[in-house]
């Protein structure tokens, strides 16, 4: 199982940054190759989301479900979970977003296993790798965007 634990720092509020870190939709534009479709309805527990990432029919879905949704106040940290529920990636993704000084901070952790398990001893290196990458720029990307709205001085 690859892992990772990526923390990021960001000026804006835990709730400017939980707003961004949450939007789904958005992740089209911070994950490459990537288009979304979100269930209807109110993010909670028991709603779910896809990926879908890959060019034409050299792609693949990556479907979740989010298990865990506690948002956050301005002085308490949220976190939720999403559990990756698709035929080629399993594992999980723990997000919080604590309050930190006049700020906050980002913290993701992922368990990554891709299917069928026999190819997970030659898989794991690779997704890790890329994983700290790819999932790296993406919350800097984040980061960047609840700052640059938290100093617009307005709300998603």
């Known amino acids: 199982m690859a892992a990772l634990h990526l ?5 804006a509020p835990p709730t400017v940054l ?6 789904f939709a958005a992740y089209e534009r ?7 479709r979100l269930d209807a309805g109110t993010q909670r527990a028991g709603w779910g989301f896809a990926a879908r ?19 956050p106040s301005d002085v308490r940290s ?4 999403v559990v990756k529920t698709g035929a080629l990636l399993g594992g999980r993704v723990d997000v919080r977003v604590e309050a930190r000084g006049t700020g ?22 690779v997704v890790t790798l890329s994983g700290q990458l790819l ?19 307005r709300r998603r």
């Open 30 to 36: 911070w994950m490459p190759v990537t288009t979304m």
């Open 104 to 125: 906050s901070r980002l913290v993701w952790e992922q368990d990554l296993v891709v299917r069928p398990l026999p190819l997970k001893s030659l898989t794991d290196p």
């Open 7 to 11: 923390t990021r720092d960001a000026t």
């Open 53 to 71: 990432s890959g060019v034409g029919p050299l792609g693949f879905t990556d479907s979740m479900l989010v298990t865990a949704w506690d948002p």
């Open 78 to 81: 949220g976190h939720f979970r």
């Open 18 to 23: 939980w707003d961004v870190v949450t939007d």
């Open 135 to 153: 999932y790296g720029r993406a919350l800097d990307s984040i980061v960047a965007e609840a700052d640059l709205v938290a100093a617009q001085g």
